[in-house]
């Protein structure tokens, strides 16, 4: 990762690259980027919304992460309760801070980038806990999120128009260092 800088991003300005690592990351089609770009606009409006990026030397963004302090009148909040309650985790809906997006290009994977930025993006924030939603099967990303000290609130869950089910999955903050299993702190590794 010594060639890769990770940092605050504006990510209305570089909406589209952002986009762009994600349609690679995620296999979205021209349709899936469009729909995303205007959700991810209306998300930056929303209080606490920041995100971080992951640069080349020469400025390209290979990766980026954003989140915000959950707010249970989001769409997402309200499609995710009934699968929390029904586990006895809707509470994880308050005082939390939600992962929103999480990619990296794939040329650029295993590199600790992805690591770097959720670590980095939840260190600054004001709340406990994080949640995050990802697919829900055994993925790269998972095995991630669980090393971080995240597990499962709730699974199979359905998003419409998601062709896949997806997991519901929280962490206590600071996230737990995946080396040894301590407290992370402000400053990611």
Not at 5 to 33: K, M, N, S, Y
Not at 116 to 130: G, H, M, V, W
Not at 132 to 156: N, T
Request: glycine residues 8%; aromatic residues 6%; hydrophobic residues 40%.
């Amino acid at each position: 990762m010594d060639d890769i800088t990770v940092g605050p991003l504006d990510l209305a300005a570089r909406v589209d690259e952002a986009l762009a690592v994600q349609a690679v990351a995620f296999g979205l089609t021209p349709e899936e980027v469009g729909v995303r770009r205007h959700i991810v606009l209306r998300h930056l409006t929303s209080p606490g919304a920041r995100a971080l990026g992951a640069t080349t030397a020469e400025g390209r963004l290979v990766g980026f992460v954003y989140g915000m302090p959950n707010d249970r009148s989001h769409w997402w909040s309200m499609v995710v309760e009934p699968y929390l309650r029904a586990n006895g985790h809707d509470g994880w809906l308050d005082d939390s801070f939600v992962i929103t997006e999480l990619h990296v290009h794939p040329a650029f994977q295993n590199r600790r980038i992805g690591r770097t930025l959720i670590t980095a993006i939840t260190s600054t924030a004001d709340e406990p806990r994080s949640i995050l939603s990802a697919i829900d099967k055994d993925s790269p990303a998972r095995a991630l999120y669980r090393k971080l000290g995240y597990r499962d609130l709730a699974r199979h869950v359905v998003f419409p128009s998601a062709a896949s089910p997806y997991a519901v999955m929280g962490a206590q903050l600071p996230l737990l260092a995946p080396e040894n299993g301590c407290a992370q702190g402000a400053q990611p590794s």
